[in-house]
């Protein structure tokens, strides 16, 4: 279908996708340090027509490293999902900073606030010419994963999962007197 794909249309779906941490000690009450975990999805082979979940005969490939987001990626008119790149960063809370993604494309995103509860991100992911893809602030559950996409020529869409959890900080350390 013609009208499934278009050049780097913006798919409209900011989709909270769960993910689960190995240890809970991991959140904390409030933290100054965020870890931010970006992963950049191929998706391709687009589905034609309706897409309905009982009526889907075959399962989308999806490789193990995106089991966790399966749910979500299930939900896109795409019937392939391949993992392209992997980020992990700290970055201080308030403090922007920019990612580089493959392709040449970036993402520009500033912790706005983390607790044990909730996450706030101001993001903005560019094209390789410096074209705005996303400007836009998200706020999501503290470990869950945010998940967003553009359309691009190709038959192929461009897919960013963004996780963020506090840093702890290391039992014993007392804050300054």
Same mark, same amino acid.
């Given at each position: 279908?013609?009208?499934?794909?278009?050049?780097?249309? *913006?798919? =409209?779906? /900011? @989709?909270? %996708?769960?993910?689960?941490?190995?240890?809970?000690?991991?959140?904390? +009450?409030?933290?100054? $340090?965020?870890?931010?975990?970006?992963?950049?999805?191929?998706?391709?082979?687009?589905?034609?027509?309706?897409?309905?979940?009982?009526?889907?005969?075959?399962?989308?490939?999806?490789?193990?490293?995106?089991?966790?987001?399966?749910?979500?990626?299930?939900?896109?008119? *795409?019937? =392939?999902? /391949? @993992?392209? %790149?992997?980020?992990?960063?700290?970055?201080?809370?308030?403090?922007? +900073?920019?990612?580089? $993604?493959?392709?040449?494309?970036?993402?520009?995103?500033?912790?706005?606030?983390?607790?044990?509860?909730?996450?706030?991100?101001?993001?903005?992911?560019?094209?390789?010419?410096?074209?705005?893809?996303?400007?836009?602030?998200?706020?999501?559950?503290?470990?869950?994963?945010?998940?967003?996409? /553009?359309?691009? %020529?190709?038959?192929?869409?461009?897919?960013?999962?963004?996780?963020?959890?506090?840093?702890?900080?290391?039992?014993?350390?007392?804050?300054?007197?």
């Amino acid at each position: 279908m013609a009208s499934l794909i278009s050049r780097c249309t *913006f798919l =409209s779906l /900011t @989709l909270i %996708a769960c993910s689960l941490v190995s240890s809970s000690s991991a959140l904390c +009450e409030e933290s100054d $340090l965020v870890n931010v975990f970006v992963r950049t999805i191929q998706a391709s082979e687009p589905v034609e027509g309706e897409q309905d979940s009982k009526s889907s005969a075959q399962a989308p490939k999806l490789p193990a490293e995106l089991s966790d987001i399966s749910a979500k990626l299930v939900q896109l008119p *795409f019937s =392939s999902f /391949t @993992l392209l %790149a992997s980020k992990n960063e700290t970055h201080a809370i308030k403090k922007r +900073e920019t990612m580089q $993604l493959p392709n040449g494309q970036s993402l520009t995103f500033r912790p706005i606030y983390m607790d044990n509860k909730r996450v706030g991100l101001w993001l903005n992911w560019r094209e390789a010419d410096g074209s705005e893809i996303l400007n836009t602030r998200v706020h999501f559950d503290a470990d869950d994963s945010v998940v967003t996409g /553009t359309d691009c %020529a190709g038959n192929k869409g461009r897919i960013l999962a963004i996780k963020a959890v506090p840093v702890p900080t290391p039992q014993g350390e007392a804050k300054a007197e």
